[in-house]
């Protein structure tokens, strides 16, 4: 929310980037920053110069290092830079191979948004990571695929069309911690189904 706080939050990710570099990881997946908070947007111009300062400025880094960082679309219906077209739209004005989209399937789902239609808005040259899970198309539950509303076919295929090559992550797990002793092996049916959606998301 104040200069301070941004220039902290810069330095912060600046060292997050070089850390990438050391250990060899070519993505940095990062928020838009939120200067009014998760819920509110009173002034949408304001809230995208900060972000377009922010950004231009992180981008330098990412640029010395050789690493690609990557803006994940929101949940946040009040905010303006939140939606996969509002981010596709800010990456191209930062105008940098070095800045790309982290794509969640969960934060398109919570708005109604196709998110087949929003790979092939994408497109494979703005395209570097995926963030995937499921929910009720409400609520930003990251629930397993397969477990809520989202047409994971037409997703598949879409990420077949553009020939998607970037890393997939499957923002999901088993609460193993909501099992008993005796629950061994529906916590290992559940791992397995969990591992066997990846496999089919990457096409295997």
Known sequence: ?????????????????????????????????????????????????LNFEFFSELIKTAEECGVVVCLENMPFKDLT??????????VKDINSPYFKICFDTGHASVFGISCGDSVRLIGKEYLATLHVHDNNGVDDLHLPVFKGVID??????????????GAVSLETRILTENYGPGDADLVEKLQIELAESALYIAGK
């Open 152 to 165: 994971w076919e037409d997703f598949r295929s879409a990420l077949i069309e553009i020939g998607f090559e």
């Open 81 to 90: 830079l939140s939606t996969p077209t509002e981010i596709l739209n800010f």
């Open 1 to 49: 929310a104040t200069p301070e706080q941004r220039a902290e939050r810069l330095e912060k990710m600046q060292k997050s980037i070089r850390g990438c570099k050391i250990i060899g990881c070519p993505y940095l997946v990062i928020h838009p920053i939120m200067p009014f908070g998760h819920y509110s947007n009173p002034d949408p111009d304001e809230f995208y110069r």
